[in-house]
């Protein structure tokens, strides 16, 4: 695989790949040409593309001339025709495999000579394993290129399918253990918090350890100037302190594997005697922060597709207060629950629309059906 975003990758990528002699292996693959239109080469391309996705992803780059499986030169494909040539290869992928890919982009690269590369990127699917219609059978990579897979490698490649979710909230819980202090060199201090975690569903099956530092890692929610970096075992703990003792107001965790944790209070206003938490300090926040973690963890070179998942802790009795578009305040009933887990989505891509779900069930755990109209 290209260490780079896709959308980053340029024609100097491609010549390095030559330059470095990089073989073809787990995770990369070359084509001199595009696919064929023949029911044998439909069936040949479709084995390629779905080997990556039942491993652990990996980048097809179409315009590399290969000397036993090593980039021997960057020839391109011509141009022409090119988008008709994309739509061919994107419904040949739509129609031909089952279940469908949900991590499958394709990124153009013009060369010099007025030529262009394609790059096929396929993730590590989440719903594998995926098989080619014509042929029914299943493929996997290893370092030395595609292979059909066994009945025995089958029946684990879907057993692991069935415990990734599982294990994908596992990651989730730790974060949620870790608030306490566990296993970490402080805790997030009292009352009502939120946790998050950011992660691509790769994560699982990639053996990532990412150099992480203070000038690439992501920040907490809430952050202020007053911030501090704590080294850690499996990461970089970036935290700013609070006014209660022995506690933090806000932390990121970013993980050498290539996925960030947050935590940070919520915590609540008093009027009246009435507890309330205040709206933008999950719905502004939790955003932000999604969004922050995604946008540097694509600058690492992670693709997605991609899970966020989200907890409420320490909330029973606090309502939420928002202002109405009239001006005026109002606020929520109070919740009944302690906490709360308002589930993940997966995407593509990590924005605002992506994350919205979470922000409904958070409305919902205080007694509204969907977030009010008003400020946010």
């Known amino acids: 695989m290209i260490e780079k975003a896709l959308d980053q990758i340029e024609a ?31 069936k040949e391309f479709l084995a390629d593309v779905t080997s990556f996705s039942n491993t652990d992803g990996g980048d097809l780059v179409i315009g590399i001339q290969d000397e036993d499986g090593t980039a021997a030169a960057v020839v391109g494909i011509p141009s022409d025709g090119l988008d008709n040539e994309i739509t061919r290869i994107e419904n040949m992928v739509r129609d031909g495999v089952e279940p469908r890919l949900p991590g499958f982009h394709i990124h153009t690269v013009p060369l010099e000579n007025g030529t262009v590369a394609l790059i096929l990127r396929m993730s590590a699917s989440l719903v594998a394993p995926h098989r080619v219609k014509a042929s029914s059978r299943f493929h996997a990579r290893n370092s030395r290129g595609k292979y059909p897979l066994d009945v025995g490698e089958l029946r684990m490649a879907f057993a692991a399918t069935d415990e990734m979710p599982r294990k994908m909230r596992d990651l989730h819980s730790k974060a949620i253990l870790a608030v306490g202090g566990k296993d970490m060199p402080t805790r997030v201090g009292g009352g009502p918090k939120v946790v998050l975690t950011v992660a691509p569903l790769s994560v699982l099956r990639d053996a990532r350890d990412l150099n992480i530092d203070q000038q690439n890692a992501v920040l907490p929610a809430r952050s202020t100037q007053a911030i501090n970096f704590v080294v850690g075992l499996e990461g970089l703990i ?139």
């Not at 595009?34 to 439909?42: H, Q, V």
């Not at 719905?283 to 899970?307: N, V």
């Open 12 to 42: 100097v990528d491609l010549h390095a790949l030559v330059a470095q002699q990089r073989p073809e292996g787990r995770r990369l693959d070359y084509k001199l040409a595009l696919p064929g239109g023949g029911a044998e080469s439909t």
């Open 238 to 376: 970036v935290h700013s302190t609070g006014p209660e003792p022995n506690a933090v107001r806000t932390w990121s965790v970013n993980h050498r594997r290539g996925f960030v944790d947050f935590a940070w209070q919520i915590t609540g206003t008093t009027i009246d005697n009435v507890e309330y938490i205040p709206r933008a300090l999950v719905e502004t926040q939790l955003r932000g922060a999604a969004r922050s973690a995604y946008a540097r963890l694509l600058q690492h070179g992670i693709e997605g597709p991609w899970t966020a998942m989200a907890t409420l802790l320490e909330i029973e009795g606090f309502r939420v207060g928002y202002s109405l578009p009239d001006g005026f305040n109002a606020m929520t009933d109070p919740s009944w629950m302690q906490e709360a887990y308002l589930g993940e989505v997966i995407c593509d891509a990590i924005d605002d629309a992506a994350v919205q779900p979470l922000i409904d069930a958070f409305w919902r755990v205080f007694g509204a059906a969907q977030p009010p109209v008003g400020p946010q």
